[in-house]
């Protein structure tokens, strides 16, 4: 594929914390941002924490979500 960069964006300290609430998170951990050339233009992307998160059935994981989705946000928003 052209014009596609993957980034990695895992915090390690809030990786930790969801895997010691839920040991079966580590493969949906949203660790990556992506950029892609679409029309001229740079599309930047990543999962959301809180949906990725949500696939698995864990209360305490919501507000570790909503912190990450946060941090990544301010990522994507600062590229």
């Not at 599309?43 to 990725?52: K, M, Q, W």
Request: with cysteine; glycine share 6%; net charge negative.
């Amino acid at each position: 594929v052209d014009d596609y960069l993957i980034l990695g964006a895992c915090n390690p300290t809030m990786a930790h914390q969801a895997m010691q609430m839920e040991p079966r998170i580590g493969a949906m951990l949203p660790c990556n941002v992506i950029l892609r050339k679409v029309d001229g233009a740079v599309e930047v992307s990543a999962i959301d924490p809180v949906a990725s998160m949500a696939a698995v059935d864990n209360d305490d994981l919501k507000s570790v979500a909503g912190q990450v989705r946060e941090m990544l946000q301010k990522v994507v928003d600062a590229i």
